[in-house]
């Protein structure tokens, strides 16, 4: 699977943007898709994530009520719609792919933690204050 980040860009404090990540080589069912970003210093952040079983969303304490996650299998798309956005949401923004049932050990912290199977090239997003 090739994964394509798109839709970044410089927005205002309190503006919206919406990212998308095309998926190719491989249909997107069967695949827990999900969002982490980077901001410069800083480790790798987990985002959200929606897997393939029942479309289960689950987001970060920092974006849950701002940030919302949608795939469209038919499209081979993934999306994050980014609202009321936030200086502190500046970061390269990348889209992850993991398959199987045991996707959340690529997203959740814990012990079995383990880096998704794949990755898509980041997209900048800027939050200006």
């Known amino acids: 699977v090739q994964l394509q980040a798109s839709g970044g860009g410089l927005v205002q404090a309190g503006g919206s943007l919406r990212l998308s990540c095309v998926a190719s080589?491989?249909?997107?069912?069967?695949?827990?898709m999900g969002w982490f970003r980077q901001a410069p210093g800083k480790g790798r952040e987990f985002v959200g994530v929606?897997?393939?079983?029942?479309?289960?969303?689950y987001y970060a304490d920092s974006v849950k009520g701002r940030f919302t996650i949608d795939r469209d299998n038919a499209l081979n798309t993934l999306y994050l719609q980014m609202n009321n956005l936030k200086p502190e949401d500046t970061a390269t923004y990348y889209c992850?792919?993991?398959?199987?049932?045991?996707?959340?050990?690529?997203?959740?912290?814990?012990?079995?933690?383990?880096?998704?199977?794949?990755w898509g090239l980041g997209t900048q997003v800027t939050v200006s204050s």
């Open positions: 992850a792919a993991e398959s199987g049932t045991n996707w959340y050990r690529a997203f959740f912290p814990g012990p079995q933690h383990k880096s998704p199977e794949h």
């Open positions: 929606i897997n393939w079983t029942d479309n289960s969303r």
């Open positions: 080589g491989r249909t997107l069912s069967g695949y827990a």
